[in-house]
């Protein structure tokens, strides 16, 4: 029998959502399954770098860029953020119930051999370089990737 | 043949979309499908029962129970909510047309058979109990048991 | 071997959400997939034709019409749409860049042969008439014809 396969597309970009997909995603990875995450709009800012600046961006590159939260360590939830408080209400007692914070499970999927994909087009738009993403992704692809890769899995989520 | 399957995951505590996924449920297990619905995140409060009180929980536990709808009876709409006039707008106008209520559409999945369950982890991070859920639950899960059963499934949806 | 085959429910009325639907639609009609849309809920407010008027409607359906937005030329980003600035500014870029807005999408995915479905329950509920809705639709169908077709899907989202 074939090795089963989950394909999961990141589009949003709060922190509850992308937890549920790291979640699914880890697990998944760890009982065996090949796993496809494709990051695509706001999804993209899990994936950004701390501290990077790119030169030669036009302004509306650079509004963007300042608009989409830095990465998974800046992430608010889609409820209760109450200008930070919810959110960091969240962080603590997932950290007090030992609950992996999104950061480590990025690292976790990193380790686990999840493939992790940004969208090509909405990196074009949004204005973001490869360098201001984080390391060890699969790839930079475009909708045929995902959709080569989905057609293949039991599972697909759209997040 | 083997006999079809539907996996949904209900993220979403939002009226509007968890009607759409009981619609969804019930109408497969209706056709004669195997239905499970993993309820997570914001979504397991469509299945808090209304007026329990749990003991010993703290001071931040106790902070999302009040927060958290109490129940399918008190979700809001995920837009036009307009201070609940929306959302009112809406369940009238769906008891006009003789469309079912989400409490009416959980009774009816539990008689079609669907397989309702809550997820272990979210409830530890919000501190829910098993005694302020509904009864009738298939019962309270992690993801690999999600997994399973979606791998199963020709449909999975993520809501 | 058979025809591949994708099926996307498209609930969100948002225009990022449904720009992600239509290219993930029209990529995978373009490599030569079967591709179902359904719109429900929100998603409705995508098939919306410009300047209808419908008489005979109730005071809550003409609400209903005024509140959603009026076809996919007028929906709004889920995020920074910020009085319809950020809204604009992603139109303005996407045209720069040479990304298909969604209007055009929607005519390409007709083109490709994409079958696109408006949910019949909830154009009841909303008050939407046929003749408010685009032409080119496929048809005017029920939880079960979407259940039939997902069930032969490979890859099925909701959105």
Partial sequence: MAQERVSIIVFSGELDKCLAAFIIGTGAAASGMEVDMF???????????????????SFI????????????????????HMLGMGTNMMKEVMKKKKVASLPELIEIAKQLGVNLYACE????????????????????????????NASKAQITLFI
């Fill in 39 to 57: 990051f695509t709009f706001w999804g993209l800012s899990v994936l950004r770098k701390k501290g990077v600046k790119v030169k030669g961006k």
């Fill in 121 to 148: 087009m909405s990196m074009n738009v949004l204005g973001l370089k490869r360098e201001e993403l984080i390391d060890g992704l699969k790839g930079v692809v475009g909708v045929a990737t995902y959709l080569e």
């Fill in 61 to 80: 590159e650079k509004m963007f860029g300042m608009m989409l939260p830095k990465g998974a360590d800046n992430l608010a939830l889609s409820k209760m």
